[in-house]
């Protein structure tokens, strides 16, 4: 099974994060995507993110209508900071039988070189890349390897800090998040400080 592993802090998930997927999961040769919810990012403060659960559920609520995306919380299982190299190896043990792949966006291609162990990913995993809004899409120096897949994918502009701050505000965000994700977030009163 051919596995595509969308990486976020998902905090909180929404709409833009699952038409990517599911584009990616009817669009391409991927059999099923899965969303991997990172419980802290090297380069994010982690001050900023909301509890691991409350996000894995926000992820588990968003996705139970798709058969081909699912929820893994894999990396919460993982030594914390983690790296994507690390994360790729435990899973190809634990499902050998699996092939894994990458999904990300333009945006994180261009800093792909910094990665920890870059070389190791490309040269062992596919990576998908969804189009993003910039200016400097033109500069993706590694567009042309064999192993980067560019996906003529919606162009989605949604951010989960822009919905973070709209929530703050008291400002009505509702159709950018799945219904369901929207209620766990009002009732638990997330995003309001």
Avoid: C
């Avoid at 051919?2 to 699952?18: R, S």
């Avoid at 894995?56 to 995306?69: D, P, W």
């Avoid at 261009?110 to 890349?129: A, F, G």
């Amino acid at each position: 099974m051919k596995i595509g592993l969308y990486f976020g802090t998902f905090n909180p998930i929404h709409v833009g994060h699952l038409i990517i997927a599911n584009h990616m999961a009817e669009h391409s040769d991927l059999d099923q995507v899965w969303m991997v919810v990172t419980p802290h990012n090297p380069h994010k403060k982690k001050s900023s993110l909301l509890d691991d659960f409350h996000r894995l559920h926000m992820v588990y609520l968003a996705t139970e209508g798709f058969s081909k995306i699912k929820p893994s919380d894999i990396e919460f299982k993982l030594p914390q900071p983690n790296y994507t190299v690390n994360t790729l190896v435990h899973l190809e043990e634990k499902y050998p039988t699996h092939i894994f792949s990458l999904i990300m966006g333009e945006d994180n291609l261009k800093s792909l070189h910094k990665w920890k162990n870059y070389e190791v990913i490309l040269q062992n995993h596919d990576i998908y890349v969804y189009p993003r809004i910039s200016s400097e899409a033109e500069n993706l120096e590694l567009k042309n390897h064999p192993k980067i897949h560019l996906i003529d994918a919606p162009i989605v502009e949604i951010s989960s800090t822009f919905i973070r701050n709209n929530i703050k505000e008291g400002k009505n965000i509702q159709p950018l998040l799945p219904a369901n994700v929207w209620e766990y977030i009002d009732h638990n009163i997330f995003y309001k400080k």
